[in-house]
Each structure stands twice: as C-alpha cells, then as structure tokens.
C-alpha cells in the first residue's frame, strides 16, 4: 500500500480509529445479508469494497461540518456517530428508527440532523446540487463549515452532478465532492458511460481541484480527503476526488452480479478489499497485532449480532402515525 508524507502525519490513534470504523460497517453489513436470507430484512444496498475512502472522507470533516451522502454511506454515517442499534432499527423499521421512523429500506432515504447528515436520495446524484445549496448556505452565513458529498460513477453520467459541481465552483463554495468510482451503475460498467473513466479530469472543466486516489489505500485517501478539507476550509472553492475501489458484492440484494461479471473479475475485486489491505498495513508498522485485528473484527462482528436480535423485539410503528411528517 502506498503512502505519503502526508498521511504518516496522522497518529496511530487515528488510524486504528479509521480501521475499527471499517470493521464495524463489514460488521453490520454481513449481518444484512444473514437476516435477508433468513427472510428477517428486506434489502441490502451493500457498501462492501466503499469502506476505505467512506471512513477516510468522513473522518476528515469535523463535526461542525455537513454530510451528503448517497445511499451506500453505511460506514460515512458510522463515523458521524450512527449506532449500530439505532441502523439495525432502521433495518427493522421499528418506531424509534432515528433515519426514517421506518419509512423507508434501510440506508435507501434517511437524514439525521443530529449528526449533520443531509437527506439520503434514491433519486441518483439529486444530492449533488443539494450538497451545493448546503454549502452555499454556509457561505452565505459565514458558519466556517464544510460539506461532503459522496456519490458513485453512475452519478457523474446525470445532469444532476454536472448543474452541482458547476454551481459549487462558479461559487467558490467549501464542498468536497467524492465519487466512490467502483466502475459500475448497477449492472453497466464504466467503459459504457464514458470515454474518460478518470471523473476527477473533469475537475478542469469546472476550474476546480481534482484528485485521483486510489480509495482501496487508506491513509493515501484520508491524506487527499483532508487537503481537500483544509482547501475548502481556506475558501479556495471544492475538490473533486475520484476514488477507485472495488465493488466486492452485487449493487444490492436484488441484483445477481454473477449475470455481468466474470468469476475473474470478482476474483480480482476480492483482493483489493480496503479493510484486508489495511490491516496488513498496521500490521506492517507493528501498529496492532492479527490477534487483536481478528478481536476487533470478533466484537463488532458479535455486536451487530445483539443489535440485531435487540432492535427485533423494539415496537412497531404505529398505524396512526403513518402520515407523520408527510406533507403532501
């Protein structure tokens, strides 16, 4: 894994803080898919091959900053400070569900406005000209704050993302706009989107930073999405980030990869898992032992198990709230 200057000047706390993040969203992830195949939840929208960059951009915001992310953020909003009780009664859209209120599939639409995170869209990159508004609204209020936006490659194909990202640069907003490029839209590859597969060259139409990083290289991405941060911070306008990783699971639960991508391919996905390639990078500094690797994955591997099992047994909505915050 490479590294630079930059990144060795994060301490080892806060590198073994990035990693237990990581763990934690595998956790909760592989724990989806258990209670979808046992008939217990409905959906998945797995962020397996996303956690290195989604742990690295959203650590490198503070708390006075706002999130926008898209609808594979699981390991964005644990950083914020999402618990893992209060995802799993989302999974069960249960009547405390903090997200939605049980509204809607888990991690599909939600907000949190207690952790500064703006409304999750299913509607692809509708978030980016949102993101832009929050940033301008910060600007406009000289609150100091910085937003992040995530989304994947499929979402630099709409107009969407180009009408945000020529806003936020026209306005010199402090946004940091992420693109998690794991090569696919659903089930279309790259090569069928676009001639360029570097999102981050677009960057120089906008007259705006870009960054290309690999997001499977942990304290490489956490360098980049902290430079970026400070720009943004010192008024110098947004940072667009491509982020190449790997998608290791199908889009969701409903989609079958197996129908678009060769047995190879997945192979290959497989070995540039961010978390595998980060733990045999502290691993290299003597900065945690494989034991105490494995025990961090063995406890929040346990943990998402009790919130399940937990937030099952929590109430129901009740039927006369189901028109609760619904304004039309």
């Known amino acids: 894994m490479a590294t630079t200057t930059a990144a060795d000047k994060a301490t080892r706390e806060e590198y073994l803080q990035l990693h237990g993040w990581m763990c934690m969203a595998k956790a909760l992830d592989d724990r989806m898919h258990m209670l979808v ?6 959906f998945v929208g ?12 959203t650590a490198a915001i503070g708390p006075e900053d706002w999130l926008v992310p898209h609808y594979r ?57 949102k993101a832009a508004g929050v940033a301008y609204a910060a600007k406009l ?27 936020a640069a026209t306005h010199r ?30 960057a120089a139409g906008y007259g705006i930073a870009g960054v290309t990083v690999d997001g499977t290289d942990v304290p490489a991405s956490y360098a980049a999405c902290k430079e970026a941060v400070a720009r943004a911070r010192r008024g110098e306008g947004p940072t667009l980030i491509d982020a190449k990783i790997w998608r290791l699971n199908s889009h969701t639960s409903e989609d079958n990869h197996l129908k678009y991508r060769g047995q190879e391919e997945i192979d290959e996905a497989a070995r540039h ?25 063995a406890r929040y ?14 109430p129901d909505p009740s039927p006369e709230d189901t028109l609760k915050n619904v304004f039309a």
């Open 301 to 314: 591997d346990q943990e998402a198990s009790d919130a399940a099992d937990w937030a099952e047994q929590q």
């Open 141 to 167: 209020r000289g609150e100091g704050s910085v937003t992040l936006c995530t989304f994947g490659d499929g979402a630099t194909s709409q107009g969407d993302f180009h009408e945000g990202v020529n806003f």
């Open 173 to 202: 907003l402090p946004v940091v706009f992420v693109c998690e490029n794991n090569s696919y839209a659903i089930s279309v590859p790259i090569r069928l989107q676009m001639l360029n597969p570097n999102v981050a060259d677009r």
């Open 273 to 297: 898992d961010p978390i595998k390639r980060f733990t045999e990078w502290l691993l290299e500094r003597r900065w945690i032992t494989a034991e105490e690797a494995a025990n961090v994955q």
């Open 73 to 129: 953020a699981l390991a964005n909003a644990l950083v914020r400070g999402l618990t893992m009780k209060e995802w799993m009664l989302a999974v069960f859209a249960k009547a405390d569900d903090p997200l939605s209120a049980g509204r809607n599939i888990p991690g599909g639409s939600y907000s949190y406005r207690r952790l500064k995170i703006a409304s999750v869209s299913q509607v692809v990159a509708s978030w980016v000209p």
């Open 46 to 57: 797995s962020s397996r091959g996303h956690e290195g960059i989604q742990v690295a951009s």
């Open 37 to 42: 195949k046992q008939g217990r939840a409905p």
